[in-house]
């Protein structure tokens, strides 16, 4: 594989962009737009995974979401790292379809809107060539809906300081088994290496990727 690029689209037709060099733009994406929602509003949660105010995947994020609402959807986000949540214990208290144990915010704030939403977009920096704990913390709490989470559509979007042509490959496979898990529906892929601190993301194209991401559902 080319170092300077990996370019893939979706069996949905959507984009997804990975540049090593932060900054540097090497294709437009392609508008995606009526293959996603079809031209109807969707409620779509975001649920970001950065320990930092103001990060790298922040950037992401807000401009992701500023496209989404550009479009007529209805985004609702949840920022991980600074929510009352605890991981999930496998007491099986839920039974894959009830309650959680803990009636934290995950319980109380997100899963009433994941079970109404029809796109989730997980939102991480690179933590050891995976999503921070504080975004896999959520994932493991799907558990306690596992069934009524099936069937919807997904969009990964990361941020990292490497720029090898494999930073990204462990987060991408676990999500894509999430993915095939789940049996959501990847609609496209942000991931922005080389980006370690927030001014080099902002002078990339890829809060515009983001933007142009969410606009075109």
């Given at each position: 594989m080319d170092r300077r690029e990996f370019l893939k689209w979706t069996g949905?037709?959507?984009?997804?962009?990975?540049?090593?060099?932060?900054?540097?733009?090497?294709?437009?994406?392609?508008?995606?737009?009526g293959i996603v929602g079809g031209g109807k509003p969707m409620n779509i949660v975001v649920v970001t995974g950065s320990p930092h105010r103001e990060g790298t995947s922040d950037v992401l994020a807000d401009q992701f979401i500023e496209g989404a609402q550009s479009a007529g959807h209805n985004v609702?986000?949840?920022?991980?790292?600074?929510?009352?949540?605890?991981?999930?214990?496998?007491?099986?208290?839920?039974?894959?379809?009830?309650?959680?144990?803990?009636n934290d915010a995950i319980s109380q704030k997100l899963m009433p809107k994941m079970l109404e939403m029809d796109l989730i977009v997980l939102v991480t920096p690179l933590y050891y060539y995976g999503m921070s704990a504080q975004l896999k913390t959520v994932v493991d709490r799907f558990y306690s809906r596992t069934g009524r989470l099936h069937g919807?559509?997904?969009?990964?979007?990361?941020?990292?300081?490497?720029?090898?042509?494999?930073?990204?490959?462990?987060?991408?496979?676990?999500?894509?088994t999430l993915v095939r898990y789940m049996e959501w529906t990847d609609v496209g892929q942000v991931l922005a290496v080389g980006c370690g601190y927030r001014a080099l993301i902002e002078q990339s194209q890829f809060p515009d990727q983001a933007y142009r991401?969410?606009?075109s559902l």
């Open positions: 949905a037709g959507a984009l997804t962009l990975f540049l090593s060099g932060c900054g540097n733009i090497l294709t437009r994406a392609e508008s995606a737009s609702f986000r949840f920022d991980a790292a600074f929510e009352d949540t605890h991981p999930c214990q496998g007491c099986d208290h839920c039974g894959m379809d009830g309650d959680c144990i803990f919807k559509k997904s969009i990964l979007m990361a941020t990292a300081w490497n720029s090898a042509d494999w930073t990204m490959e462990a987060l991408v496979h676990h999500y894509e991401l969410g606009a």
